[in-house]
Nanobody, 125 residues
Framework: QVQLVESGGGSVQAGGSPRLACAAS????????MGWFRQAPGKEREGVAV????????YYADSVKGRFTISRDNVKNTVYLQMNSLNTEDAAMYYC??????????????????WGQGTQVTVSS
């Protein structure tokens, strides 16, 4: 059973630079991508960053481009999201997800089959 466990969230001041981590275990297949999503109260879940496992190419939502960086450590089976210059609009529950075996673009939520429980990021101004 695939398990994804996020960590690193918490309360951060605006302008802060927390790093989220997603530790994966129990893979029975090779996901083509890993993604970070977020969901704020009353809003839909949105994609934040994606990393393709094959070539390590990345994708970022326009709202975080230039501020967030997704990376992975294959030895630790962990995906990271380095967040810089946080603002109040970044406050949300952050989830990591593992792409389905057939996932290609890895932008939409239906391309992901496994999700972590989420880690809350609160930003104070």
């Amino acid at each position: 059973q695939v398990q994804l466990v996020e960590s690193g969230g918490g309360s951060v001041q605006a302008g802060g630079s927390p790093r989220l981590a997603c530790a994966a275990s129990g893979y029975t297949y090779s996901p083509g991508c890993m993604g970070w999503f977020r969901q704020a109260p009353g809003k839909e879940r949105e994609g934040v960053a994606v990393i393709h496992i094959g070539d390590s190419s990345t994708y970022y939502a326009d709202s975080v481009k230039g501020r967030f960086t997704i990376s992975r450590d294959n030895v630790k089976n962990t995906v990271y999201l380095q967040m810089n210059s946080l603002n109040t609009e970044d406050a949300a529950m952050y989830y990591c997800a593992a792409g389905r075996v057939w996932a290609r673009g890895c932008v939409s939520t239906n391309e992901y089959g496994y999700w972590g429980q989420g880690t809350q990021v609160t930003v104070s101004s």
